[in-house]
């Protein structure tokens, strides 16, 4: 049950994803805790809530079982979107990404169960299909994974499957697909693609697209994924926790395609963007070729119907872009 009293730990809450949660579920009267140690994510981005009464800011690492206990004391649900993105990343430094992505997924789980959380609500990965080749990715359906990132974000599942089942933890894992949209980092060595391209472009600079341009993606915008956090938390159809769910749009859009679009929608705010050239560089290790999503599963279970198309949230985050970032 939902009251305005309903209080919500957004791990990672000043990143990307993490600080759209805490904006929306802000504006619905939470109360919002943001756990987040800035590793990856930016104080700019949770700056507008410092001073709203239902707002709670708690700088720490997951990776510290005493700091995820006290985070989680009277909260009712827990967003869990703290992590070290980035295939690459992992690639070059397993270590770490184990450590916060299994130890302190680990720490969260711990806590939750002996704070007594109604329901843990995690950032899962589209990355766990691994190897499969078959389209659409359906949930029951994996791969070997191919990064040590995808291996992190299996063993989450399992944990919290052991967690359900053992404990009685009700928990839902949300499989991100590609997400992108407004407050995405353009910057660093593992920036998204989407941002990284925008900024790129908006410098007229040359991306460099990882291949031949010909892998898909199942692109999913910002507010896609809020929408799904939303009914995760407030479903009450038993069937529907305990699970996995694509989280995506349930579309595949081709890195050339992609920025054919971006250019084009940059266009309209700077002309001459459009004659920017765009170079081919080798593939990269432990990316997954083509990623589409079935959503048929979260539209049965949980209602899900996302509002975002590829190509209209690429317009809205071209937009944000353009305005906070020219």
């Given amino acids: 049950m939902i009251t305005t009293n309903t209080s919500i730990l957004i791990t990672g809450g000043a990143g990307f994803i993490g600080s759209n949660l805490c904006d929306y579920f802000l504006a619905k009267n939470y109360k919002v805790t943001c756990l987040d140690n800035f590793a990856t994510g930016h104080q700019h981005n949770i700056e507008p809530f410092l001073s709203h009464p239902n707002f709670k800011l708690i700088e720490g690492d997951i990776r510290n079982s005493e700091t995820c206990a006290n985070a989680v004391q009277g909260v009712d649900y827990v967003l869990h979107q703290a992590a070290l993105g980035s295939v690459p990343r992992s690639i070059n430094d397993p270590l770490t990404t184990n450590e916060v992505n299994i130890t302190g997924f680990l720490n969260m789980l711990i806590a939750s169960r002996d704070a007594g959380v109604k329901r843990f609500v995690y950032a899962a990965s589209s990355s766990t299909y691994g190897d499969s080749e078959s389209l659409p990715k359906v949930e029951e359906v994996i791969g070997k994974p ?94 529907a926790v305990n699970t996995v769910y694509n989280t995506a749009f349930g579309d595949r859009t081709t890195l050339n395609q992609m920025v054919h679009s971006l250019k084009e929608y940059l266009s309209e705010f700077d002309a001459t963007i459009a004659a920017v050239p765009v170079l081919y560089g080798p593939n990269r290790a432990g990316d997954i070729p083509h990623s589409l999503a079935s959503i048929e599963k979260a539209k049965k279970l949980l209602n899900y119907t996302p509002k975002y198309s590829f190509q209209n949230g690429l317009k809205e985050a071209v937009k944000w872009y353009w305005e906070n970032l020219k």
């Fill in 146 to 239: 191919l990064s040590p990132y995808a291996i992190t974000k299996y063993v989450n599942e399992l944990y919290a499957d052991i967690f359900a089942r053992t404990y009685g933890l009700e928990t839902i894992g949300l499989r991100y697909f590609n997400v992108f949209g407004r407050r995405q980092d353009p910057n660093g060595a593992y920036a998204a693609v989407i941002p990284k391209f925008v900024m790129q472009f908006m410098k007229h600079e040359s991306p460099v697209i990882n291949g031949d341009g010909n892998f898909s993606r199942d692109f999913t915008y910002i507010d896609n994924v809020i929408q799904m956090n939303e009914l995760a938390i407030l479903t009450e159809n038993p069937e």
